[in-house]
């Protein structure tokens, strides 16, 4: 996108860098872009978002949850709240857009409306949910489960060190004592801009992905049992060798997974933990666990994965020698659809701005399958340089997030106006 261009646009494309900027300047100086939740410095990064929030005249609050919310009254109360936001906390070592340029982007949008004098009917209000990734206490998405009634209870008790998990959602201004029991009846739509953490939108020149929908994610354990033997006396030919057949499994998954790729629809699947006992140089393998990681846009591929997994560990028990356990469903979570009528007017949002733009799933998990399960909601991707996320390399120009930042306003300002009354 050009500058002339950039001037076009209905949000301010320098006032989003200078967001963005401050932002990752809050980092652990030897890990940027490190500020996880829960941190003092994840702390500094929302009082500074806060701030910028009251600047543009939005009501702050942090809910139950522990989720940053600024809010900006409609014109009709009971209408219903029109919700746009994302996460500012990071991965280690990776996170400089990674939910900040939505997070940064929703608040754009507030200010927009406000600089262009333009009401809503709708309350409008601009979320920084708390915790979207992996947190110290070993579980994601804290804030959207939070303030949707679907944490478990279980993980308040959660530890991390000498607290847990609702002392931890407390010292950041949430209540766990009503956290449970809160629910948002009033959610009349959901947006999330994002970066794509992958390759497709930069190398098609698309400046906006529209997410169909966020791949499920599935996720089997699987055994592998053998024979412990001497490493120099044992005849090859002799050995039941548990990480040679793991091996052979690994590189059977990948074949698999590759074909169902080929299919309609998002597919992956990744082997990245491997356990080995003894792990020993002088000693032949007797017992190895894989984790499958397995993530599909239709739900029908991953049943099919799931059926062939059974299989190939029996052919290739028999084919080494070892023993397979069934393999276990650790965690089997099914794909979650962006509401059409979102995605259509995402898709108009995209041909008011002049963005160039595709639908597209999304092989990463958001805050906004929580959100989908009380309310419609929908994703746009902005690309990132080289398809990197979850790393200190990753990056995003400006003029990319600003182009989705302007996606986002036409699309409120279509919602305000179709979206049917939740009260």
């Not at 791949?215 to 002799?238: L, N």
């Not at 998990?365 to 979850?390: E, L, Q």
Request: some cysteine; proline content about 5%.
């Amino acid at each position: 996108m050009s500058k002339t261009d950039r001037r076009n646009l209905p949000v301010n494309a320098d006032r989003i860098a200078e967001d963005i900027d401050a932002l990752a300047k809050i980092t652990e100086p030897d890990h940027p872009w490190t500020r996880r939740a829960f941190s003092p410095l994840f702390l500094e990064g929302r009082a500074y978002i806060e701030a910028r929030m009251k600047a543009a005249g939005l009501e702050t609050r942090i809910d139950a949850g522990g989720n940053l919310i600024g809010r900006r009254a409609g014109l009709k109360p009971g209408l219903g709240t029109i919700l746009v936001g994302s996460h500012s906390d990071t991965v280690p070592d990776g996170g400089r857009f990674d939910g900040i340029a939505g997070t940064i982007s929703a608040l754009e949008v507030a200010r927009a409306l406000k600089d262009q004098n333009i009401e809503l009917d709708h309350d409008l209000e601009i979320v920084d949910f708390l915790a979207e990734e992996v947190s110290i206490f070993g579980v994601s998405c804290i804030g959207s489960r939070g303030m949707t009634g679907q944490l478990p209870e279980a993980w308040l008790s959660r530890t991390s060190g000498d607290r847990n998990l609702a002392q931890g959602i407390a010292e950041v201004g949430g209540d766990p004592s009503i956290l449970l029991q809160q629910k948002r009846p009033d959610l009349a739509g959901f947006l999330e801009l994002h970066i794509e953490q992958g390759p497709i939108l930069e190398a098609e020149h698309k400046d906006v992905g529209i997410v169909t929908a966020i791949a499920g994610i599935t996720r089997i354990e699987i055994t592998v049992e053998g024979r412990a033997d001497h490493a120099g006396t044992t005849p090859m030919g002799r050995r039941a060798d548990a990480l040679v057949a793991a091996a052979q499994l690994v590189l059977d998954i990948r074949n698999a997974a590759t074909e169902l790729a080929k299919t309609p629809g998002h597919f992956a699947a990744t082997v990245g933990e491997f356990r080995i006992e003894p792990n020993a140089a002088n000693v032949v393998p007797s017992k190895v666990v894989l984790l499958i990681d397995g993530r599909a846009e239709i739900r029908s591929d991953m049943e099919s994965f799931i059926a062939w997994v059974d299989e190939a560990v029996q052919k290739v028990a028999t084919a080494y020698g070892v023993t397979i356990k069934p393999p276990v469903r650790v965690s089997d979570n099914f794909p979650t659809p962006g509401n059409a009528g979102l995605l259509e007017t995402l898709e108009r949002a995209c041909d008011r701005v002049g963005a160039q733009h595709r639908r597209m799933a999304s092989g990463a998990g958001h805050d906004t399958a929580w959100i989908a399960k009380v309310a419609p909601a929908a994703m746009i991707f902005v690309p990132c340089k080289d398809g990197r996320s979850h790393s200190a390399d990753e990056w995003a120009e400006n003029d990319d997030i600003a182009m989705g930042a302007a996606v986002l306003f036409e699309a409120v300002r279509e919602m305000d106006k179709t979206l049917q009354t939740k009260a």
